[in-house]
Structures are given as C-alpha cells and as structure tokens.
C-alpha cells in the first residue's frame, strides 16, 4: 500500500511537470549512439540512419544506457521490420548479462510484433506489452500469467507501423501505457534502481523518439540497486 501511495503522489508530481519541456531529457540524439554503450553484441548490430536507432537483432544481446535511473518516466518509439518481431527494453537492470546468458537481470518491457505467437507457436496471451521480471527477478504481475503480466488490451500496431510507449516506473511498481492507454503493470519488484537496456532478440527493429523525466529518488538502497559497471 504504501509503494502505491507514493506511486499516486510521484504521478502528481510528474504531471506538473509534464507541461515543462525542460524536464525531460533525450536518450537518444538522432545522429550517433551518444549516451549507450554496446554490452554483448557486435558494432554491426547498432546504428543511426534518417534520425531512427535501428537495431540488425543479431547477435542477441543488449545495448545499455551510460547510467542508471530510479523513479521515472520513460517515453519510446518503436518499430519492427518482420512479422513475429521480438524486442523489448529493460527497466532497473544490470549492466551486464546474467551468468552463461545473453540477457540481463531486470524488469523487461516487452516489444512483440502482432504474428509472434503465430509464428512462433505460442499461447495467444503471449502479446506485446507483457511485464516481467527476467532472469529470476522478483515482482507480483498486476494482470497474471503465470510470473509474467499480460497486457489488458491487444493495442500494438502490426510491421512498418510505429508504436509508442509510455513506462511510468517509482518505487518497485512499473506502470505501461500502450499508443495511448494504460493496460499493463507490475508492483514489489525487488530491484529499483539500475540501467535501461536496449534489446537485440532475433529480428530488424527500430527506436526513436527516446527521452526519460527523472522524478524524485524513493531512496533505493543495497540490493535494490544493480552493480555499477565501469
């Protein structure tokens, strides 16, 4: 209750900011890869072309951000290029992959193109937007399935189409808007504080318009906060 109250008056704060430009800061300058640093793909995975971050999906791996975030709002764009599409990006991670793996420990946003299940044959609750603590991280889903939470509506758009997201996320509890509408979250996660991490899974993908509002620090403490990399 009480991370819920203070995720209410963290919203009321942020929206006396919202109307402040000055308040957010772009993650992503539309010309280079300023502000992120390769963790475990290739320089082949990762480039700028016409203002967009356009990602090759392969190797799989991610591309984290130069520093770590604790409460905040995070606004980004994305695209896939193919049918049944995986991305996502990682909210409160480490640094660096989970040991023999190639993803790391944190709260994952996902990005599903529409076909994913189909082709890949899973469940039709398999969709984008799901929430989840990867690699073991603790947090209860707002909306279950099974560990993960599932988004409430089916509100991604399909290939060559541009989606936005919206990821409100203050004190262990991540809140996600969808084009638009609040339809997913997650609450108690164990970690509150690391990197954003860009995710390379498989298939051509592509990100703009990527800038965060920092809000107050909640005072994440000991294991609530990943390892700093140097």
């Given at each position: 209750m009480k991370n819920i109250l203070l995720f209410g008056l963290s919203l009321v704060f942020a929206g006396q900011l919202v109307a402040d430009e000055s308040a957010w800061k772009p993650l992503f300058n539309g010309h280079?890869?300023?502000?992120?640093?390769?963790?475990?793909?290739?320089?082949?995975?990762?480039?700028?072309?016409?203002?967009?971050?356009?990602?090759?999906?392969?190797?799989?791996?991610?591309?984290?951000?130069?520093?770590?975030?604790e409460n905040f709002i995070l606004e980004i764009e994305w695209m896939h290029e193919?049918?049944?599409?995986?991305?996502?990006?990682?909210?409160?991670?480490?640094?660096?992959?989970?040991?023999?793996?190639?993803?790391?420990?944190g709260v994952e946003v996902q990005m599903l193109e529409n076909e994913f299940y189909?082709?890949?044959?899973?469940?039709?609750?398999?969709?984008?937007?799901?929430?989840?603590?990867?690699?073991?991280?603790?947090?209860?889903?707002?909306?279950?399935?099974?560990?993960?939470?599932?988004?409430?509506e089916y509100r991604c758009k399909g290939k060559g189409e541009w989606n936005k997201y919206v990821v409100v996320a203050v004190d262990g509890v991540v809140k996600l808007s969808i084009n638009g509408k609040?339809?997913?979250?997650?609450?108690?996660?164990?970690?509150?504080?690391?990197?954003?991490?860009?995710?390379?899974?498989?298939?051509?993908?592509?990100?703009?318009?990527?800038?965060?509002m920092e809000l107050p620090s909640g005072g994440a403490s000991g294991d609530e906060i990943a390892a700093m990399v140097e």
């Open positions: 280079d890869l300023s502000g992120w640093a390769d963790v475990n793909t290739s320089p082949e995975t990762w480039w700028v072309e016409d203002g967009e971050l356009r990602c090759k999906g392969l190797p799989i791996g991610v591309m984290r951000s130069a520093q770590q975030y193919t049918a049944g599409g995986n991305s996502g990006v990682f909210i409160w991670s480490e640094g660096t992959p989970y040991p023999e793996k190639t993803l790391p420990k189909k082709i890949h044959n899973r469940v039709r609750g398999y969709v984008s937007g799901e929430l989840f603590g990867s690699m073991g991280l603790e947090v209860v889903p707002d909306n279950p399935r099974g560990a993960r939470s599932m988004s409430t609040f339809v997913n979250g997650i609450r108690e996660s164990a970690r509150k504080k690391g990197y954003l991490c860009l995710e390379s899974e498989g298939a051509p993908v592509r990100f703009r318009n990527i800038r965060i």
